[in-house]
């Protein structure tokens, strides 16, 4: 090799080891924080000359005219006739708004499509105040750059900023198969962006831009398309984004404290008090002679010989955790608030505005003081999360079907758990997902999971002499929506077409096996586990 060659490529080798490491930049509060990809390097004042293309940040803009001028526009078709369907549905099928801004399909927000003319718009976004670029429609479109500074203070005030937040925790939800809301729970309402390279028009750049939990607005950008960002930064992310109290409020939650047990009276400072509401510390005294002291801060009403509590939703849920388990271990905590929350979607009856449900042994537990501010903390981390896919119950040391076992989770959040890992064993056919979308992605196959439990049973003699087979002890037989049978190891559920044919069982044994035979070589091989399939199924 020359020389002058070798000299090249000691070159390069810097500069390609700089690209690679190339760190992630987010914008927040004022400050621009650079992240490598576990942990915050570097923070300063966010600089009012850093830019950012806009990629599909563009579309924010567009539902925000939508939800604020109460438009009607019809859902977006898919016919087959153009490449950019791939993010709005498949052939035949059709795209809402919501659904619309989570998969960035841009055939819908297209202005054309919706009939927004450049002039209305101008207007509309003048009253605002908007920026130049904002005013001008045309130049509302990915390759547009616009200063970071100025793109947070428009989301800092855009309309329908409160349904988006909520909207775009689905984002966070499908992104890197639900390891990126493993590892960053509730707290991210974004939308994701990504465009050519500034000096490389070959390679990408990407990120997110919108909300935390608590409003405010966030950019970030970074080398590679907005799912590598978030799959590669997720936990360098949880490292930096807090997790504010006041959580977004939610639907109200009236709870009829003490349900089970009558009340004789509620005094204060040596006086029984009347109806209404109540503001300080309290004695509850009841029938059965029993006597408790409470504090309340407005949110307690005496009404008659009831005791009512008027609650935001996430103090519901810090109350219960305060008062069936407590906020540590963290990721068991976590795992009981969004079950607590679940519970409570599942279950209240409605009152008016308001979700109505009892404290009691039968229903959860309430504490009768504000919450505290370690249980507050986890119900703002998982704030909106809730399962979809199976009813939720839980108890304090009983595993079972759908139900969660708080000393086992603490088990196993001390174990190393995490707290979806913890939600997905107690709940084996449930999906993360959100309050007001509840959307499981496993479909549950009961009559194929039955039959693939009994059949094992009898499989077990044969199977146990395998070398390699480890018998699973929780698993989710879902309905496959198209494509061939697959399992999804991670989330230990396997994905069929149903158990009615031959060929279905097949499926279901041959799928089965690859997860029994994950940790051994004999998992890979297609050929044994067909072979083995077939011998269990027909011999």
């Not at 035979?517 to 011998?535: S, V, W």
């Amino acid at each position: 090799m020359s020389r002058p060659l070798v000299w090249l490529l000691l070159c390069l080798v810097p500069a390609l080891a700089t690209a690679q490491d190339e760190p992630l930049r987010l914008a927040y509060k004022g400050e621009l924080l650079s992240l490598n990809r576990t942990q915050l390097i570097n923070r300063e004042p966010l600089p009012a000359t850093l830019q950012t293309p806009l990629g599909s940040l563009w579309k924010l803009f567009v539902y925000a005219w939508l939800a604020d001028t109460g438009a009607r526009e019809p859902a977006y078709e898919c016919r087959g006739q153009s490449k950019e369907e791939v993010y709005c549905c498949s052939a035949g099928g059709k795209v809402e708004r919501d659904q619309a801004l989570v998969k960035s399909c841009g055939l819908y927000f297209e202005p054309a499509r919706l009939g927004i003319s450049a002039a209305d718009w101008r207007r509309y976004w003048q009253v605002r105040n908007a920026p130049g670029w904002l005013l001008d429609l045309p130049s509302v479109q990915p390759a547009q750059r616009v200063s970071v500074a100025e793109l947070l203070r428009v989301l800092a005030s855009v309309p329908a900023q409160a349904q988006m937040r909520r909207v775009l925790l689905d984002v966070v939800l499908g992104a890197a198969d639900g390891n990126v809301v493993g590892e960053l729970g509730g707290r991210l309402r974004v939308k994701t962006w990504s465009w050519l390279g500034d000096q490389d028009a070959a390679s990408r750049q990407g990120g997110f831009a919108g909300w935390t939990a608590d409003g405010a607005p966030v950019w970030a950008g970074g080398r590679g398309t907005s799912q590598v960002v978030l799959r590669q930064y997720g936990q360098a992310l949880a490292s930096v984004l807090p997790a504010p109290w006041p959580a977004e409020s939610g639907r109200c939650v009236e709870v009829g404290l003490f349900s089970r047990y009558p009340l004789a009276r509620v005094m204060s400072a040596g006086h029984a008090v009347t109806s209404g509401p109540l503001a300080g510390d309290y004695r509850v005294e009841f029938a059965n002679g029993n006597a408790l002291d409470i504090h309340s801060a407005g949110e307690l009403f005496l009404l008659n010989d009831r005791l009512v509590a008027r609650l935001d939703r996430e103090e519901y849920v810090a109350r219960v955790l305060d008062r069936e388990a407590r906020s540590e271990p963290a990721e068991a905590a976590k795992a009981l608030a969004v079950a607590i929350r679940t519970y409570l979607l599942q279950n209240a009856a409605r009152s008016g505005e308001c979700l109505s449900i009892d404290d009691s042994s039968n229903r959860q537990r309430v504490a009768p003081r504000p919450a505290s501010a370690e249980s507050r903390g986890i119900a703002a981390w998982t704030a909106d999360l809730v399962l979809a896919g199976s009813t939720v119950t839980y108890h304090s040391d009983q595993p079972g079907p759908d139900r969660l076992a708080w000393q086992q989770a603490v088990e196993q959040a001390n174990a190393g758990q995490r707290y979806d890992a913890i939600l997905l064993h107690a709940y084996p056919r449930a999906s993360l997902s959100r309050w007001d979308n509840p959307v499981a992605s496993c479909e549950a196959l009961p009559a194929a999971q039955d039959w693939l439990q009994k059949q094992r049973r009898g499989w077990r003699p044969r199977l146990e002499g395998e070398t390699g087979y480890n018998e699973v002890s929780t698993f989710a037989v879902c309905k496959l929506a198209f494509g061939r049978p697959f399992v999804d190891r991670e989330r230990q559920r396997i994905y069929v077409r149903g158990v009615l044919t031959l060929q279905d069982r097949l499926d279901l044994t041959h799928e089965y096996l690859h997860l029994a035979f994950e940790a051994h070589p004999n998992g890979q091989d297609e050929t044994y586990i067909e072979g083995l399939a077939r011998h269990l199924l027909l011999e």
